[in-house]
């Protein structure tokens, strides 16, 4: 399972950092995705994200959900074992739950 912390792959300017290996800039652009498309849905549970899995020779889709209590994204996919939890991503420019403007 992969814990990820969305701040630690952005740089200054809330963009992924340019100077990371490129596996981790990789990492980093499959999060955002999750993090869009997560949040972009108005759904509740798990959520289909039309996303494929980032696994080399793994096709299977990536279903993704916001767990209430935490905030965090919990995603996985639906034919091998890759999963993870997706912390700090409020307010990245990913994100599409409007929590910026229910803030103000």
Known sequence: MYIS????FLDETGNIAR??????????GFLAM?????TKSKEEGF???????N???????ILAEI???TEEIHWGCTEC?????ISDWKNTKWDNSGASSLSD
């Open 67 to 69: 767990i209430p209590v």
């Open 81 to 85: 074992e890759n999963d993870g939890i």
């Open 5 to 8: 912390n969305m701040t630690h």
């Open 19 to 28: 100077e990371m290996h490129k596996d981790g800039r990789n990492m980093a």
């Open 34 to 38: 999750v993090i869009d498309a997560t």
């Open 55 to 61: 696994v080399p020779g793994c096709t299977g889709p």
């Open 47 to 53: 959520v289909d994200l039309d996303i494929r899995c």
